[in-house]
């Protein structure tokens, strides 16, 4: 099946559609040994070249996917006008196409990111329709009561639409603090301290331990990575096959 140029090559992992359509007018992109233009279709059976050089776009085979432990103060963008560390500078290079985040955690929030060489895998993990589960590990200034827990259960109502853990665990009460894991199924901006604050309790610490089916190993230290392997990529990939074959990749 053919698909848009640009499309294609997003999908599997070389580019953003912007970024790809900059090269396709440069001339930089061949189809079949000819120049590309803007609006040209293309398949997995054609051999497509950046500068020469031939592009992987079978992701069945090419696809990678990597664990990092993301630590405090590092931001999730490729750059910063801050001048702030941010989470790619530490990575390796992927055997094929770029790295692409799935999702992200704030510049205060530690813990495990996953990346991926897969466009269209990336998208699918990050959908809300795949429901997929995050875990984090929370530190609170002070103990919320039976209640407020319950309330936190059943749902609020944040600035964006209503909001609820599906699960709050209670760990321990250090001092004036206190420790839960807490899991959700979606990844809006910043959820996990909006829905304790709407409660009153300001989150000191947050690091994220799983992401599906995926742990957070307790020997990776902060800025360290590991490769995943097949059996694990499938498994998240089975994970995130809930979305719909028609909803759209960016």
């Not at 206190?178 to 910043?190: I, K, M, P, Q, Y």
């Amino acid at each position: 099946m053919q698909e848009r140029l640009q499309k294609l090559l997003a999908g599997a992992g070389h580019g953003s559609r912007r970024g790809i359509e900059e090269w396709i007018r440069a001339g930089r992109i061949t189809i079949n040994g000819r120049i590309a233009a803007l609006g040209d279709r293309a398949s997995l059976d054609d051999t497509i070249c950046l500068d020469g050089k031939p592009l992987v776009l079978d992701t069945a085979e090419s696809t990678e996917v990597l664990l990092y432990h993301k630590p405090m103060g590092e931001v999730t963008t490729r750059s910063d006008p801050e001048n702030r560390p941010t989470v790619f500078q530490r990575l390796p290079s992927p055997r094929s196409g770029r790295w692409i985040v799935v999702g992200r955690l704030d510049v205060n929030t530690s813990g495990l990111l996953l990346f991926t060489n897969d466009g269209a895998l990336a998208h699918r993990l990050m959908h809300p329709s795949s429901e997929i589960e995050r875990e984090y590990r929370v530190r609170l200034r002070g103990t919320p009561s039976e209640p407020v827990l319950e309330r936190l259960r059943s749902g609020v109502q944040l600035e964006d639409g209503p909001a609820a853990f599906d699960r709050i665990e209670r760990e321990s009460t250090e001092g004036s603090h206190s420790w839960f894991r807490v899991t959700l199924h979606e990844g809006r901006n910043r959820e996990v301290r909006r829905l304790f604050e709407h409660q009153g309790f300001e989150v000191s610490k947050l690091s994220r331990i799983r992401y599906g089916n995926v742990d957070l190993p307790s020997d990776l230290r902060a800025g360290g990575f590991v490769s995943l392997g097949p059996p694990i990529v499938a498994e998240l990939a089975r994970l995130a096959a809930a979305l719909p074959r028609t909803a759209k990749v960016q």
